[in-house]
Nanobody
Framework: QVQLVESGGGLVQAGDSLRLSCTASGHTFSNYAMGWFRQAPGKEREFVAGIHRARGITKYLDSVKGRFTISRDYPKNTVYLQMNSLKPEDSAVYYC????????????????WGKGTLVTVSS
């Protein structure tokens, strides 16, 4: 059973930084993609950043480009999201997702999800 466990959320002030972590376990996929999505109250879940394990190709939501960086640690099966220059509009529950298939980073197409970690950015 695939499990994704996120950590690193919290309450910060605008301009601060946070690093989210997501560790995957319980799978034997040789190649997969992992990404971060977020959902604010009353809004749909949206893609934030993603990375392909083998090729290391990354993709970002336009509004976080230059502020957020996604990276991976092979041996630890862990993906990180470094978030700098945080803004109040970044406040949301951040979810980690994994797919062993090709992906266009559509939330509906991601088969495995973590439970989420809350990020709150005060102004």
């Amino acid at each position: 059973q695939v499990q994704l466990v996120e950590s690193g959320g919290g309450l910060v002030q605008a301009g601060d930084s946070l690093r989210l972590s997501c560790t995957a376990s319980g799978h034997t996929f040789s190649n997969y993609a992992m990404g971060w999505f977020r959902q604010a109250p009353g809004k749909e879940r949206e893609f934030v950043a993603g990375i392909h394990r083998a090729r290391g190709i990354t993709k970002y939501l336009d509004s976080v480009k230059g502020r957020f960086t996604i990276s991976r640690d092979y041996p630890k099966n862990t993906v990180y999201l470094q978030m700098n220059s945080l803004k109040p509009e970044d406040s949301a529950v951040y979810y980690c997702a994994l797919t062993p298939f090709g992906t266009t980073w559509d939330a509906a197409g991601m088969p495995y999800w973590g439970k989420g970690t809350l990020v709150t950015v005060s102004s």
